[in-house]
């Protein structure tokens, strides 16, 4: 697996940005902390897209600008919209599969390098909220969907291609139980992922 980055993401996604978009980025963050401290005190049900306007102070409709539903809130970051772009990143050369396993695992490295606590608490939402559970799903299907089309570009098959599908949605499967199934696995994260990535290795084979 490839090593932590060194710079921490947050300022390496705000390095990239002009001063308007890194205003953008910080009323998100700004309106996902509120959305956290308030769920955290009074549960998600009980939390309205109002007060978490009022805790982050900015106008319901600034909040609705940014995340469409509360769900956007909890579940979306400025790491799930680049994945692609590190997908098509990769060196031209590099087999599919693994171009694939280096970008899931460099995100899934951004992401718990610096929001373990925030990713254990959006882990606890998706296992015990039903809307939550369903907005990951959908997010996965879309995932699915992005990566393949980026695949066919470097393969040369079509997007709809089945054997492309199923390379895809393996590898998206196996990263979903790892970081949101049911299971009672304890330890790092970064060594259930090695493996889980092992299993598809040897062939699915128990």
Known sequence: MPSKPTVPAIAAVEADLGLRERKKLRTRRSIREAARRLIEEQGYEHTTIEQIAAEAEVSPSTVFRYFPTKEHIVLTDEFAAS??????????????????????????????????????????????????????????????DAACAALAERTGRPADDLELRVVVGAMTGAFHQVLWGDHNEEGDLLDLIDRALAVLNRGLVL
């Open 83 to 144: 994945g692609i772009d590190l997908l098509r990143s990769r060196p031209a050369d590099e087999p599919p599969l693994v171009a694939l396993r280096e970008t899931l695992t460099g995100m899934v490295h951004q992401v718990y390098g610096d929001y373990g606590a925030e990713y254990r608490w959006r882990r606890e939402l998706v296992r015990t909220v039903p809307t939550v559970r369903a907005f990951m799903y959908e997010a996965q299907y879309r995932m699915v």
